[in-house]
């Protein structure tokens, strides 16, 4: 039971700093992403102001054994940066670019039940089936 | 279109993303990945044993936004600038793209440069340069 109010609290919280910054936005997003037109910096805060608070907090996390609720940390466990990993991001970028939304706004977002949201996120959510099985 | 520049808000709003990774973290020992929370739940699916917590995560995910609506009395700005064919090549590509390349923006882009991950790195940059690089054809190059 903590586990899953643990995930609602995670979510709810990751959700409302979305909708504040502005990340929701994709004409925001595609202007921070128009360098050469109506640049808008304020994303750059975005990510800024989330480093600045889960790089220290990860750094003494992982002086503990295990966390709160869980038997062990769970981390990625590949190091290499291989053809796979520069492809998918390539193409992510594309999309994020053409469209203004990644896939926390976008899930989120389809909370707002707009046509374009939810064309968006059920296009995302059939790239990421597919994506699972090659 | 231009939009204003909200250094405070987009800071205060990265800051709480920044503190719901940690909270998974301090939990869950579990990196706050969208698209790896999201594409977990589907087929294959993953571990039974994190489906719960998954599903609750997109669950607050997707009713923040309308309490937000609530709580602050005035609707979230979300202008879509392509039509829906392009929104839908564009959902297709995102969603392809960061499960194929293991994460997005949440999972590489603060998490992963969080952990001085070097693939979070080198993913982070190569999808801000196609990002730039799409807009740019987009917006210069193609229309205006």
Same mark, same amino acid.
């Given at each position: 039971m903590a586990?899953?109010?643990?995930g609602l609290a995670a979510g709810l919280i990751f959700g409302f700093g979305l909708a504040l910054s502005?990340?929701?936005?994709? !004409?925001?997003?595609?202007?921070f992403l128009d360098l050469a037109g109506t640049w808008d910096p304020s994303l750059a805060f975005v990510m800024g102001g !989330?480093?600045?608070? !889960?790089?220290?907090?990860f750094f003494f996390l992982n002086k503990l054994e295990k966390p709160l609720l869980d038997n062990s940390f769970h981390l990625p466990l590949k190091a290499a940066v291989d053809k796979r990993l520069l492809a998918g991001a390539g193409i992510f970028g594309i999309g994020w670019g053409l469209g203004g939304l990644c896939p926390g706004p976008a899930l989120s977002?389809?909370?707002?039940?707009t046509t374009s949201a939810l064309v968006f996120v059920a296009a995302m959510i059939i790239g990421m089936a597919v994506a699972r099985r090659v | 279109m231009e939009t204003s520049f909200t250094p405070l808000a987009s800071l205060a709003g990265g800051i709480l993303i920044g503190l719901s990774a940690v909270l998974l973290y301090a939990g869950?020992?579990?990196?706050?990945?969208?698209?790896?929370i999201v594409s977990r739940l589907l087929p294959p699916s993953g571990s039974a044993n994190e489906r719960g917590w998954e599903v609750t995560f997109v669950?607050?995910?997707i009713a923040?936004?309308?309490?937000?609506?609530?709580?602050s009395g005035g609707p979230i700005q979300q202008t879509f600038t392509a039509g829906l064919p392009l929104l839908a090549i564009a959902g297709v590509l995102v969603g392809f793209g960061s499960v194929y390349g293991n994460g997005c923006t949440s999972g590489h882009g603060v998490c992963g440069i969080s952990r001085l991950s070097v693939r979070s790195i080198a993913a982070t940059l190569t999808f801000m340069a196609t990002g730039f690089i799409t807009v740019f054809v987009l917006r210069h190059l193609v229309g205006g």
């Amino acid at each position: 039971m903590a586990r899953l109010l643990l995930g609602l609290a995670a979510g709810l919280i990751f959700g409302f700093g979305l909708a504040l910054s502005g990340m929701d936005n994709p !004409a925001k997003v595609q202007n921070f992403l128009d360098l050469a037109g109506t640049w808008d910096p304020s994303l750059a805060f975005v990510m800024g102001g !989330a480093i600045a608070v !889960a790089m220290p907090a990860f750094f003494f996390l992982n002086k503990l054994e295990k966390p709160l609720l869980d038997n062990s940390f769970h981390l990625p466990l590949k190091a290499a940066v291989d053809k796979r990993l520069l492809a998918g991001a390539g193409i992510f970028g594309i999309g994020w670019g053409l469209g203004g939304l990644c896939p926390g706004p976008a899930l989120s977002s389809a909370g707002l039940a707009t046509t374009s949201a939810l064309v968006f996120v059920a296009a995302m959510i059939i790239g990421m089936a597919v994506a699972r099985r090659v | 279109m231009e939009t204003s520049f909200t250094p405070l808000a987009s800071l205060a709003g990265g800051i709480l993303i920044g503190l719901s990774a940690v909270l998974l973290y301090a939990g869950l020992g579990r990196i706050a990945g969208i698209s790896g929370i999201v594409s977990r739940l589907l087929p294959p699916s993953g571990s039974a044993n994190e489906r719960g917590w998954e599903v609750t995560f997109v669950i607050g995910l997707i009713a923040a936004p309308v309490l937000f609506q609530l709580l602050s009395g005035g609707p979230i700005q979300q202008t879509f600038t392509a039509g829906l064919p392009l929104l839908a090549i564009a959902g297709v590509l995102v969603g392809f793209g960061s499960v194929y390349g293991n994460g997005c923006t949440s999972g590489h882009g603060v998490c992963g440069i969080s952990r001085l991950s070097v693939r979070s790195i080198a993913a982070t940059l190569t999808f801000m340069a196609t990002g730039f690089i799409t807009v740019f054809v987009l917006r210069h190059l193609v229309g205006g």
